[in-house]
T-cell receptor
């Protein structure tokens, strides 16, 4: 299993600013992911955070808006850039310990409100 | 493209009742299916994982079944309690490409 923490847990930000969300896993994991959950909706995958290389983004998400870093096997960051009220969501980090399709473990999420 | 549907969208039951949540998916070529619980404003807690070769998984009062050929899964909750009130999400996984349903919001009334 994997225990995942996220910082901050919540934030209120002004339009046009950027916020970096941190995700820390208590053990080395192969795969890390970032999801967005807009109000009243289910989760949508933003990107897969690849260790040592550029993230793989899903359709509709771009690196300039959501730059992602993954410097090692236990840590990743997601930045929400040039924020607008439409970016108000819960952002969740997840991980799978090994490379195969198995249980995904999720962090508690970061609740973002953009004014 | 994989589409995941959950029915009903919301469900309210009295305490003690047994209930079934439904999940359907359009592409049966999956590796596994996972049921999650999400409390308001919180992250996801994994409840049960069913591999594509399995038919069901049980944990306490929860039982999840999988019929891959028909693209269906159910989550059975026995003897429901107010603490079971939450949103329940199902997600199908193919090679770490995980697709979520919109969830069923469950309320268990004391």
């Amino acid at each position: 299993s994997a225990v995942i923490s996220q910082k901050p847990s919540r934030d209120i930000c002004q339009r046009g600013t950027s916020l970096t969300i941190q995700c820390q896993v208590d053990s080395q994991v192969t795969m890390m992911f970032w999801y967005r959950q807009q109000p009243g909706q289910s989760l949508t995958l933003i990107a897969t955070a690849n260790q040592g290389s550029e993230a793989t983004y899903e359709s509709g998400f771009v690196i300039d808006k959501f730059p992602i870093s993954r410097p090692n096997l236990t840590f990743s960051t997601l930045t929400v850039s040039n924020m607008s009220p439409e970016d108000s969501s819960i952002y969740l980090c997840s991980a799978t310990p090994s490379g195969g399709p198995e249980t995904q473990y999720f962090g508690p999420g970061t609740r973002l409100l953009v004014l | 493209k994989q589409e995941v549907t959950q029915i009903p969208a919301a469900l309210s039951v009295p305490e003690g009742e047994n209930l079934v949540l439904n999940c359907s998916f359009t592409d049966s070529a999956i590796y596994n299916l996972q049921w999650f619980r999400q409390d308001p404003g919180k992250g996801l807690t994994s409840l049960l994982l069913i591999q594509s070769s399995q038919r069901e998984q049980t944990s306490g009062r929860l039982n999840a079944s999988l019929d891959k050929s028909s693209g269906r899964s159910t989550l059975y909750i026995a003897a429901s309690q107010p603490g079971d009130s939450a949103t329940y999400l199902c997600a199908v996984n193919r090679n770490n490409d995980m697709r979520f349903g919109a969830g069923t919001r469950l309320t268990v009334k004391p």
